[in-house]
């Protein structure tokens, strides 16, 4: 494979990197064949992995199968290895060299790890699900690279010193005989400077978690003490010579086009390079930020109006009647219309969620270097390789000339600006033929990001005479536009579109076929049912008549995944509801569930939680509450996250003002099992941060708008939760399950919040809240409307 | 354009800028500092924050020129990697962050306000915080470092 040549689109900091593996810029050419193995799609093609795009841009990435791509051992025995998993604040950059030091049997210290970089690292997709994905830890590519090494190492040095492999042992990166430590040889020694010319050995056995020494420990954050310091280099903080700056200049309204630019209003400002015009896309680029800032502010763009909105006030109404729709069905034993008409009561309820933002805390950013038909790009993106293909469209570039370089934005909780914002520094970029630096502002962020999907959801429930479920019913109407951005639809983040490109198109279709397969991964079918398919049940719940029938609709705004997309609003609906059902059935709410339950696992979240959380067995709402006042109550809520990978449970304790209907969460209780456990405190920082995030989304946020355009631009239009809020006490309860496949956890804990959080405002003061965000004055309307 | 004579973390700089150009651009820009971040333009986060007489700005909304001769003290000037200030090592300590973009707000905001206040309650400590946002929601452990330095102003 050729060698890349990096050195003169690194920037000072990669160099520091790359330095402290022992090599310098002179040597990094000539020795990159040996130490640093670079990456072509050529290396896709293998036995091991399906090559071409499509596969590249599934989450899992195609990874390559030459174990050259994933690590590289020096001559002083530091190993250098190559992830395209990216840290995006989650910790999963520690976690990642604690896997390859445990498996590689190195010290920590000695493990320096390169990420994300389409020049240097396997084509890993997306990262995505923050701690979420089996995948982001690498549970096949880099940690099967890792036991390959490992024992192919253990080979050679067995036909060097004349020992079986059985009889010896390795520690700190060296390899002796168990009988006799003064027979051995350093990994050093072994392969030290040299490339090892072997695939990936898909039989290579990993370790076991009862062995870990390195995995499965706290091990702290390695970027913590350069972040506090102020030294750490952010995306915001790319810096590259000869860089301009520039601003983009969105439409004042949804579905405005463009009709003119007046250059000449801006040919006064100070240091203005060029006015950027393609299609409906405008940008501004001049010498320094805060010119690029007023020259937006100034230039004088006419735009047609607007397609118009509907009414906000009206909207669930016309999401559920929007045509045309794609319907799918995810369950249906065809039983259920039956079974309710049989039924001993029927139960229904309909919940309501917003639109939502991921509202970065430093809108996004992106440097791009467009010139000679090659492009370089430091972007926040989760998805190195699918904006490499995908700027080489909006550029009019072959992939193999654009490169994209990873580095943290601010947290991104999934598709934020952070792709849009690397177009827009692409494209003013190429039209300067100099490096562009965009940070977006803040309402241009709020405006056009990619939203979390809001949601209608209808459930119905039948209940025989002793109060147990016999058929559950649900139906959903969600709205979607864009997404993640492909080669084939850039359109599906604003800027793409505005340059001209559409985003995926939006299919139609009804009726919606059988289901032929199940897979819960939005988490529509409720934890109740047997999700039984073509004589397979696949689900965690006993209850066998089941429909789940979900409608796709266009949406008004670009949408895409938000922490926990579609599980979050739908587990909101289906504890609320298993909640409500446990009421009818005059049943306590942990029991309630328990009683419908299968999967063991999910069974002993809810009753740790229920433990740890000193839970009172009683049916909600609680006897002998007054109507004024502060009144407590507790709430339970629980999940298998996308059907199969994370489980979690969360008792909520929270305190109403019945005045005011302000909620105030006071104890949240989480129990989490996600197999074997990587790194417990990251884990709990996921599992603590989720909660809240989960609170904040409950209480608060909900995209706003008029009859033309987004008015939730700022934070005093998007109130979130400050952090001098009274925030709850958290406690969680980890679960490690030593023989368990790796599961995801950064989002399950905020997937159950909004219901643990409304079955306790219910339990509390017996007032259900069916509608996100909890807002004081929805929740006192409810409460006024007790009966 | 004219020429700002500024003192930030002990070393002087001459600048040539617009006057009114926010202090915040001129650091991360001019003298390219990595601690204090864009983080809303509106001084509604507090990621922009740095200290100037003993108080915390949002130098996203102060132009350059009304600070000029003042010492300006960021995020870099507390402590280093290897020497980090107390409050430094009280956020690696509990391990008070995700992605970390805020953390440069919060410090800054919650030094400003300890060093001044150094017997302030729990309730006051979060009545200073109440204007800065992270949104990654690490609220937990950020309040406990912030207590943990503030043992250590009043020790």
């Given at each position: 494979?050729?060698?890349?040549?990096?050195?003169?689109?690194?920037?000072?900091?990669?160099?520091?990197?790359?330095?402290?593996?022992?090599?310098?810029?002179r040597q990094f050419i000539a020795r990159s064949g040996a130490l640093i193995v670079g990456f072509s799609m050529a290396g896709l093609t293998t036995d091991l992995m399906s090559p071409g795009s499509a596969e590249a841009?599934?989450?899992?990435?195609?990874?390559?199968?030459?174990?050259?791509?994933?690590?590289?051992?020096?001559?002083?025995?530091?190993?250098?290895?190559?992830?395209?998993?990216?840290?995006?604040?989650?910790?999963?950059?520690?976690?990642?060299?604690?896997?390859?030091?445990?498996?590689?049997?190195?010290?920590?210290?000695?493990?320096?790890?390169?990420?994300?970089?389409?020049?240097?690292?396997?084509?890993?997709?997306?990262?995505?699900?923050?701690?979420?994905?089996?995948?982001?830890?690498?549970?096949?590519?880099?940690?099967?690279?890792?036991?390959?090494?490992?024992?192919?190492?253990?080979?050679?040095?067995?036909?060097?010193?004349?020992?079986?492999?059985?009889?010896?042992?390795?520690?700190?990166?060296?390899?002796?005989?168990?009988?006799?430590?003064?027979?051995?040889?350093?990994?050093?020694?072994?392969?030290?400077?040299?490339?090892?010319?072997?695939?990936?050995?898909?039989?290579?056995?990993?370790?076991?978690?009862?062995?870990?020494?390195?995995?499965?420990?706290?091990?702290?954050?390695?970027?913590?003490?350069?972040?506090?310091?102020?030294?750490?280099?952010?995306?915001?903080?790319?810096?590259?010579?000869?860089?301009?700056?520039?601003?983009?200049?969105?439409?004042?309204?949804?579905?405005?086009?463009?009709?003119?630019?007046?250059?000449?209003?801006?040919?006064?400002?100070?240091?203005?390079?060029?006015?950027?015009?393609?299609?409906?896309?405008?940008?501004?680029?001049?010498?320094?930020?805060?010119?690029?800032?007023?020259?937006?502010?100034?230039?004088?763009?006419?735009?047609?109006?607007?397609?118009?909105?509907?009414?906000?006030?009206?909207?669930?109404?016309?999401?559920?009647?929007?045509?045309?729709?794609?319907?799918?069905?995810?369950?249906?034993?065809?039983?259920?219309?039956?079974?309710?008409?049989?039924?001993?009561?029927?139960?229904?309820?309909?919940?309501?969620?917003?639109?939502?933002?991921?509202?970065?805390?430093?809108?996004?950013?992106?440097?791009?270097?467009?010139?000679?038909?090659?492009?370089?790009?430091?972007?926040?993106?989760?998805?190195?390789?699918?904006?490499?293909?995908?700027?080489?469209?909006?550029?009019?570039?072959?992939?193999?000339?654009?490169?994209?370089?990873?580095?943290?934005?601010?947290?991104?909780?999934?598709i934020n600006g952070a792709d849009t914002v690397s177009y827009d520094a692409a494209l003013l970029s190429q039209a300067v033929g100099k490096p562009v630096r965009v940070q977006l502002t803040r309402k241009d962020e709020?405006?056009?990001?990619?939203?979390?999907?809001?949601?209608?959801?209808?459930?119905?429930?039948?209940?025989?005479?002793?109060?147990?479920?016999?058929?559950?019913?649900?139906?959903?109407?969600?709205?979607?536009?864009?997404?993640?951005?492909?080669?084939?639809?850039?359109?599906?983040?604003?800027?793409?579109?505005?340059?001209?490109?559409?985003?995926?198109?939006?299919?139609p279709r009804t009726p919606a076929p059988d289901p032929t397969d199940f897979s819960n991964g939005s988490n529509a079918a409720p934890s109740y049912v047997t999700g039984c398919v073509g004589g397979r049940c696949e689900?965690?719940?006993?209850?066998?008549?089941?429909?789940?029938?979900?409608?796709?609709?266009?949406?008004?705004?670009?949408?895409?995944?938000?922490?926990?997309?579609?599980?979050?609003?739908?587990?909101?609906?289906?504890?609320?509801?298993?909640?409500?059902?446990?009421?009818?059935?005059?049943?306590?709410?942990?029991?309630?569930?328990?009683?419908?339950?299968?999967?063991?696992?999910?069974?002993?979240?809810?009753?740790?939680?229920?433990?740890?959380?000193?839970?009172?067995?009683?049916?909600?709402?609680?006897?002998?509450?007054?109507?004024?006042?502060?009144?407590?109550?507790?709430?339970?809520?629980?999940?298998?996250?996308?059907?199969?990978?994370?489980?979690?449970?969360?008792?909520?304790?929270?305190?109403?003002?019945?005045?005011?209907?302000?909620?105030?969460?006071?104890?949240?209780?989480?129990?989490?099992?996600?197999?074997?456990?990587?790194?417990?405190?990251?884990?709990?920082?996921?599992?603590?941060?989720?909660?809240?995030?989960?609170?904040?989304?409950?209480?608060?946020?909900?995209?706003?708008?008029?009859?033309?355009?987004?008015?939730?631009?700022?934070?005093?239009?998007?109130?979130?939760?400050?952090?001098?809020?009274?925030?709850?006490?958290?406690?969680?309860?980890?679960?490690?399950?030593?023989?368990?496949?790796?599961?995801?956890?950064?989002?399950?804990?905020?997937?159950?919040?909004?219901?643990?959080?409304?079955?306790?405002?219910?339990?509390?003061?017996?007032?259900?809240?069916?509608?996100?965000?909890?807002?004081?004055?929805?929740?006192?309307?409810?409460?006024?409307?007790?009966? | 354009?004219?020429?700002?004579?500024?003192?930030?973390?002990?070393?002087?700089?001459?600048?040539?800028?617009?006057?009114?150009?926010?202090?915040?651009?001129?650091?991360?820009?001019?003298?390219?500092?990595?601690?204090?971040?864009?983080?809303?333009?509106?001084?509604?986060?507090?990621?922009?924050?740095?200290?100037?007489?003993?108080?915390?700005?949002?130098?996203?909304?102060?132009?350059?020129?009304?600070?000029?001769?003042?010492?300006?003290?960021?995020?870099?000037?507390?402590?280093?990697?290897?020497?980090?200030?107390?409050?430094?090592?009280?956020?690696?300590?509990?391990?008070?962050?995700?992605?970390?973009?805020?953390?440069?707000?919060?410090?800054?905001?919650?030094?400003?306000?300890?060093?001044?206040?150094?017997?302030?309650?729990?309730?006051?400590?979060?009545?200073?915080?109440?204007?800065?946002?992270?949104?990654?929601?690490?609220?937990?452990?950020?309040?406990?470092?912030?207590?943990?330095?503030?043992?250590?102003?009043?020790?």
């Open positions: 494979m050729k060698p890349v040549e990096v050195s003169k689109e690194l920037t000072p900091d990669a160099f520091v990197v790359l330095e402290k593996t022992g090599i310098s810029r841009q599934r989450l899992d990435g195609a990874g390559s199968s030459r174990l050259d791509s994933w690590i590289a051992i020096g001559a002083d025995g530091n190993v250098t290895a190559y992830t395209g998993k990216c840290e995006l604040g989650q910790g999963l950059y520690t976690a990642q060299k604690q896997l390859i030091a445990e498996e590689l049997s190195v010290p920590f210290d000695r493990v320096k790890l390169i990420q994300c970089d389409t020049a240097l690292t396997p084509d890993q997709g997306t990262t995505s699900g923050a701690q979420s994905h089996p995948t982001n830890f690498n549970n096949k590519n880099l940690a099967l690279a890792c036991a390959t090494a490992r024992e192919a190492l253990l080979q050679r040095a067995s036909a060097q010193l004349g020992v079986p492999v059985d009889r010896l042992a390795v520690k700190d990166g060296m390899i002796h005989a168990k009988a006799d430590s003064s027979k051995s040889v350093s990994y050093a020694e072994l392969i030290g400077g040299r490339t090892f010319g072997i695939p990936l050995n898909p039989a290579a056995k990993r370790k076991h978690p009862n062995e870990w020494t390195v995995l499965g420990k706290p091990v702290p954050r390695e970027e913590i003490p350069a972040i506090v310091a102020g030294q750490f280099e952010f995306v915001h903080n790319v810096r590259v010579p000869s860089m301009l700056h520039g601003q983009v200049v969105r439409p004042p309204a949804v579905g405005a086009t463009l009709v003119g630019v007046d250059d000449s209003s801006v040919r006064d400002i100070p240091g203005i390079v060029k006015v950027v015009v393609k299609k409906n896309f405008v940008g501004v680029v001049a010498e320094k930020p805060w010119q690029a800032l007023q020259a937006a502010n100034k230039l004088k763009v006419t735009w047609t109006l607007g397609t118009g909105l509907p009414a906000q006030r009206d909207f669930y109404e016309y999401l559920r009647n929007q045509k045309p729709t794609r319907d799918t069905f995810l369950l249906n034993s065809k039983d259920v219309d039956e079974k309710l008409s049989s039924a001993a009561r029927i139960v229904k309820a309909t919940y309501h969620y917003p639109y939502q933002m991921h509202g970065s805390v430093g809108s996004s950013c992106a440097v791009g270097d467009v010139k000679d038909g090659k492009a370089t790009i430091w972007s926040a993106t989760q998805a190195v390789y699918p904006l490499k293909n995908s700027i080489a469209t909006v550029l009019g570039l072959t992939p193999e000339n654009v490169r994209v370089i990873f580095r943290l934005g601010s947290g991104c909780y999934g709020m405006a056009w990001e990619n939203y979390g999907f809001a949601f209608v959801i209808d459930q119905r429930a039948g209940l025989d005479d002793g109060g147990t479920i016999t058929t559950w019913d649900h139906e959903s109407w969600a709205p979607a536009l864009g997404g993640r951005p492909g080669p084939s639809d850039p359109g599906n983040v604003i800027t793409g579109f505005l340059a001209g490109f559409q985003p995926a198109a939006f299919t689900g965690t719940g006993a209850v066998t008549s089941q429909r789940v029938l979900t409608h796709n609709v266009k949406s008004l705004f670009w949408t895409g995944p938000l922490r926990s997309p579609a599980r979050l609003q739908n587990t909101f609906a289906h504890e609320s509801f298993m909640d409500e059902l446990a009421s009818v059935a005059k049943a306590d709410p942990v029991d309630y569930r328990l009683r419908h339950l299968r999967d063991p696992r999910l069974i002993e979240v809810v009753k740790s939680v229920a433990k740890a959380a000193n839970w009172q067995t009683r049916p909600s709402p609680r006897s002998g509450m007054r109507r004024t006042g502060i009144a407590a109550g507790r709430g339970v809520s629980c999940v298998l996250y996308e059907g199969d990978n994370g489980y979690c449970a969360m008792v909520a304790e929270v305190e109403v003002n019945q005045d005011t209907g302000q909620i105030t969460a006071t104890r949240l209780v989480i129990a989490s099992d996600c197999g074997p456990i990587s790194n417990p405190d990251g884990l709990r920082n996921q599992l603590e941060g989720g909660a809240l995030h989960g609170l904040s989304r409950t209480l608060l946020e909900e995209v706003k708008w008029d009859d033309q355009k987004v008015v939730s631009i700022d934070w005093s239009t998007y109130p979130p939760l400050y952090l001098g809020a009274a925030v709850p006490k958290i406690e969680t309860i980890l679960i490690n399950r030593s023989d368990g496949s790796t599961m995801g956890a950064g989002e399950t804990a905020i997937t159950v919040t909004a219901a643990a959080i409304a079955n306790a405002v219910f339990d509390a003061t017996g007032a259900r809240i069916r509608q996100v965000p909890f807002s004081r004055e929805r929740v006192k309307a409810a409460l006024d409307g007790r009966t | 354009m004219s020429v700002m004579n500024l003192r930030v973390n002990g070393q002087r700089h001459s600048v040539d800028v617009d006057p009114a150009t926010p202090l915040l651009y001129v650091l991360s820009d001019d003298l390219a500092l990595r601690g204090p971040k864009f983080g809303c333009g509106l001084g509604q986060c507090g990621s922009c924050t740095v200290i100037v007489k003993g108080q915390a700005i949002r130098s996203c909304i102060t132009p350059v020129a009304e600070v000029a001769g003042s010492e300006i003290t960021t995020l870099e000037g507390l402590g280093t990697i290897e020497k980090p200030h107390p409050i430094q090592k009280a956020f690696i300590d509990e391990q008070a962050m995700q992605c970390g973009f805020c953390i440069n707000g919060v410090i800054m905001t919650a030094k400003a306000f300890l060093d001044r206040n150094p017997k302030a309650t729990d309730a006051e400590i979060r009545q200073a915080m109440s204007g800065v946002l992270c949104r990654c929601h690490g609220h937990g452990r950020m309040i406990r470092a912030i207590k943990r330095y503030g043992q250590e102003v009043k020790a």
